[in-house]
């Protein structure tokens, strides 16, 4: 096959970058597009005691999918009917508290149009997102979202294309609008995505990730030197604990410190680890999420932490490949 030639690739992104500035523009429009009608379907979702169900026909409805979708995942129950088989079945799980979204560029999309009447006798709202004002669909809707668009993306203006991308701009507009008036939050987020990166990030405690028990080595202060590496060696924790009588932390001997304490020169026979400890490390609690030990640690640039309860008693350990391991980090 034939290299494409200097003047193809150049037609090739010229038309690209077109196709990018159509689109941008079809958005930008938007906001100068929205009036009072957005506030109102906010309003409508947010008195509603069901669920927004999402409607449309081809890529109209794969748009609604995603507005569907997001809606579900930022505190707005939702979901989609596709309208063709709203009129054979689907209908029933449409009620009256219920209020539907229905997206149409045309706005004369037959399929739509059967359902919407039969929706609006049972009680359930409308909304429609199409581009023509005077559209059948939006005369019918009790709010109307103007998406209209100047022109396709499309050489020939006809595949939906900047439509359809201003279509799905609204439609996240709205969802935004909703999530910041339900005081949506980063937690709210992340029990809608527990499998994600977020949820593990805001969902995973120290506790979860934590070694505890047997796991966590720790010498009395007293102890030798040589006890200190002996219990290091056990764990595998590059450090253990030195704790009192009453398991208060009272210091901490890690790796850095064994390579000081070499350099030192220093008998390990002889030594006691307080003597050599580093006092009054920095600790974490239980509660704290794990997220929040990965940015201690690359804050203070140490590589392991302490756990301890409200009273400064001993109570578990990390280091970095325990956050590795729980994908926090």
Same mark, same amino acid.
Do not use: C, Q
């Given at each position: 096959m034939a290299a494409p030639t200097s003047a193809a690739q150049d037609r090739v992104l010229a038309l690209a970058r077109r196709v990018l500035e159509i689109e941008a523009a +079809?958005?930008?429009?938007?906001?100068?597009q929205l009036d009072a009608? $957005? &506030?109102? #379907?906010?309003?409508?979702?947010?008195?509603?005691?069901?669920?927004?169900?999402?409607?449309?026909?081809?890529?109209?409805?794969?748009?609604?999918?995603?507005? +569907?979708?997001?809606?579900?995942?930022?505190?707005?129950?939702?979901? $989609? &009917?596709? #309208?063709?088989?709203?009129a054979h079945g689907d209908l029933g799980m449409i009620t009256a508290h219920d209020v539907l979204v229905a997206i149409s560029y045309s706005g004369t999309g037959e399929e739509l149009l059967k359902i919407v009447p039969l929706v609006k006798r049972q009680g359930a709202r409308l909304i429609a997102i199409t581009g023509h004002?005077?559209?059948?669909?939006?005369?019918?809707?009790d709010v109307h979202l103007n998406g209209a668009v100047k022109e396709e993306a499309c050489p020939l203006n006809l595949a939906p294309t900047a439509s359809t991308t201003a279509a799905l701009a609204l439609s996240d507009a709205l969802a935004v609008a909703l999530l910041d008036a339900r005081g949506f939050g980063a937690d709210d987020f992340a029990r809608s995505h527990p499998g994600g990166a977020l949820g593990r990030r805001l969902l995973t405690h120290?506790?979860?990730?934590?070694?505890?028990?047997?796991?966590?080595?720790?010498?009395?202060?007293?102890?030798?030197?040589a006890d200190a590496l002996m219990e290091m060696t056990r764990a595998g924790l590059g450090m253990t604990a030195i704790v009192d009588a009453d398991q208060h932390i009272v210091g901490i001997y890690t790796d850095g410190d064994l390579r000081r304490s070499l350099a030192s020169g220093c008998n390990f026979s002889t030594a006691r680890?307080?003597?050599?400890?580093s006092?009054?490390?920095k600790t974490i609690h239980a509660e704290a999420l794990a997220v929040e030990a990965a940015d201690m640690m690359e804050t203070r640039r140490i590589s392991q932490l302490l756990v301890a309860d409200g009273e400064g008693r001993l109570i578990g350990a990390l280091n970095h490949h325990d956050l590795m391991l729980a994908k926090v980090i």
């Open positions: +079809a958005v930008s429009a938007l906001a100068e009608g $957005f &506030v109102t #379907a906010v309003d409508l979702i947010l008195a509603s005691k069901g669920r927004v169900i999402v409607s449309g026909v081809g890529k109209s409805g794969h748009i609604g999918r995603k507005f +569907a979708a997001t809606l579900a995942s930022t505190g707005t129950p939702a979901y $989609f &009917v596709h #309208a063709a088989e709203a004002p005077e559209s059948p669909l939006a005369r019918e809707a120290v506790s979860d990730v934590m070694r505890s028990g047997a796991a966590v080595p720790h010498v009395a202060e007293d102890a030798l030197l680890v307080a003597d050599v400890m006092r009054n490390p």
